[in-house]
């Protein structure tokens, strides 16, 4: 993989810079929120109004650009994510900045999509998969790294100053793929009805179906991590961030060891990923109470986590021929980001209802083990 090593490795800075402008928000919203007079759960729209421009974006702008070049589709995005962080470090107003956020996560499905498409086309058959990973290892480190230097630039800067850093690893990223990424080798086809009509399919639609479920188990728990850590598990404040850093090394090392599961076991990876995050979130309704237990935990709760990204991405490319994969693989983006809110949704409910922070591994369990249970299904059928 040496000679397609850095075009991945541009592509890994794109998603890198994507993956921090995603979650550095959830860092600095009270600085935020104090700063263009807003309360906090108004400011959360920042969140939630950025998952809804990837999830409909994403196929949206896959779609408007399928007769372009790959490579130049890439260039785009990049260069709209730039400009959307622009607007954020600039932003006079909540609306202004609420409009910087939705223009940059319009980028964000896309990218991905196409991005996957263009990392497993750069190596033989059997590396598909730890290609796909490594790309996506720029995004787990945007959480290892990027989210806590982030806040820390933004609380300590001013939160524009972190919009202004993103903006800049954009440009970055430009000029990575320009020069690292080669010209496609063939002209892309236009994409058609057909295409869209093939996503709704038995095998496409169960495999967007075990996204959704896989990652609302986990944004249920992760979307509420700091009071876990320092409510439950007893855990001052101050230790969060590091804490946090286990959390992303472990998203790294699951990522992955991911990609090497789906080059091995492209099939049976997915159910035993999807049965291992679910048996991770038991482990946290035991654990998590613990210190000690914790602290393994929320590494492990990392690496299973991540550890579907590489299996569930390969899978719906390998259900889809064609024009029809670009729209597949971002299409998986969105249903990530959809699990997301659905996840987060579900987790607050469940707070108001007073029912408890370790009811929510409980509930987490059980979407990934109801995936789980479609990709044994699916896998038998196969």
Not at 253 to 268: E, Q, S, T, V, Y
Not at 329 to 343: D, E, H, P, R
């Amino acid at each position: 993989m040496s000679g397609t090593t850095p075009a991945l490795v541009a592509l890994g800075i794109g998603a890198f810079g994507i993956g921090l402008t995603e979650f550095v928000i959830m860092g600095l919203l009270p600085e935020v929120a104090g700063s263009v007079d807003v309360s906090i759960p108004r400011a959360g729209l920042l969140i939630s109004g950025y998952a809804l421009a990837v999830t409909i974006g994403g196929p949206l702008l896959t779609l408007l650009t399928a007769k372009m070049a790959r490579r130049n589709v890439l260039l785009a995005l990049m260069a709209i994510f730039t400009l959307g962080n622009l607007l954020c470090a600039i932003a006079p107003s909540f609306g202004s900045l609420l409009a910087g956020r939705i223009v940059t996560g319009f980028a964000h499905g896309t990218f991905f999509g196409v991005g996957a498409l263009v990392a497993q086309s750069l190596v033989p058959p059997e590396r598909k998969a730890s290609a796909i990973a490594l790309m996506f290892t720029g995004l787990t480190l945007a959480t290892v790294l990027g989210l806590p230097l982030g806040t820390w630039l933004g609380q300590g800067f001013g939160w524009r100053s972190t919009f202004w850093a993103v903006a800049s690893i954009g440009v970055v990223a430009i000029a990575a793929i320009a020069v690292a990424l080669p010209e496609d080798r063939e002209k892309p086809e236009p994409m058609s009805l057909g295409d869209l009509r093939g996503m709704f399919a038995p095998a496409p639609a169960r495999a967007l179906m075990m996204t959704v479920l896989g990652y609302a188990g986990v944004f249920l728990v992760f979307t509420y991590i700091a009071p876990i850590l320092t409510d439950l598990a007893g855990f001052p404040a101050s230790r969060v961030s590091a804490l946090l850093v286990l959390f992303g090394t472990g998203l790294v090392l699951g990522n992955i060891l991911g990609g090497k599961l789906a080059d091995r076991w492209p099939r049976a990876s997915i159910p035993l990923t999807l049965f291992t995050l679910a048996a991770t979130l038991l482990a946290m309704w035991l654990g998590m109470s613990n210190r000690v237990f914790a602290s393994a935990l929320i590494f492990v709760f990392g690496a299973a986590a991540f550890a579907t990204v590489a299996p569930l991405q390969s899978f719906i490319l390998r259900q889809v021929r064609g024009t029809g994969q670009a729209l597949a693989s971002t299409l998986n983006i969105s249903a990530f980001n959809l699990g997301n809110a659905l996840g987060a949704w579900a987790g607050g409910l469940a707070l108001a209802a007073h029912w408890g922070l370790s009811s929510l591994f409980l509930l987490a369990a059980v979407p990934p083990i109801v995936a789980g249970l479609i990709a044994l299904h699916t896998v038998r059928r196969a």
